[in-house]
């Protein structure tokens, strides 16, 4: 019965976090697309102002189906890399681990991409926060086994060292060792799109 209980009131505090955090990722996402959106505007003001231009009318196709996206994860990869690098300056505090689990999300070449999930709180000047961000430089694992695996690291009500970031310090991190696989996949699928571009354009 108590262990019920228990996993009734665990079960309460992981969807209370996933609720609160819910804004945040959409707020997450609403700047990934403002970014995409930019880019967009960006290479459409480029084709309205050299529109008359005989290089650009012959490269406007190849540029907007491969190079676009291919700028893009490029742009991605640096970014990824900036926020691993930069959370080496972030301040080191003390935090709280509050709950722990582990969450799909979407699906991937080889099936579900599965996340570990940890939620922890720390304080920064008298002001409490609550995090779920371990890496900058962590990816999906490919099964619900890996993850937990992962995730288990982690102890519910242990003290850890985590580090914010001083200029907000409502970012955080478990983990600032330096991870070059998500740039690297990034990476990979830029070069793929202008390899693919260039074959195209080789052949026209």
């Known amino acids: 019965m108590g262990q019920k209980s228990n996993s009734k009131k665990r079960t309460r505090e992981i969807q209370k976090l996933r609720t609160n955090f819910k804004k945040i990722r959409e707020k997450e996402k609403l700047k990934t697309a403002s970014f995409t959106l930019i880019a967009l505007v960006f290479f459409a003001l480029l084709m309205i102002v050299t529109k008359d231009s005989p290089f650009w009318k012959a490269q406007a196709p190849v540029v907007l189906i491969f190079g676009l996206p291919g700028v893009s994860f490029l742009g991605f990869a640096i970014r990824n890399l900036y926020q691993q690098l930069s959370t080496r300056k972030w301040i080191s505090t003390k935090c709280t681990i509050l709950v722990k689990d582990e969450e799909p999300k979407g699906s991937g070449t080889g099936g579900t991409s599965w996340h570990s999930l940890v939620y922890y709180t720390y304080t920064v000047d008298d002001e409490s926060y609550i995090s779920n961000k371990i890496s900058f430089g962590l990816i999906g694992f490919s099964n619900i ?36 696989k998500k740039p690297i996949y990034l990476l990979l699928y830029a070069a793929l799109f202008f390899v693919l571009g260039f074959l195209i354009k080789l052949n026209i």
Do not use: F, G
Not at 157 to 180: A, H, K
């Open 145 to 180: 086994y890996k993850a937990k695996k992962h995730s288990h690291i982690y102890k519910e009500n242990e003290i850890r060292q985590c580090w914010y970031n001083p200029v907000t310090p409502s970012m955080s991190v478990l983990e600032r060792d330096l991870s070059l």
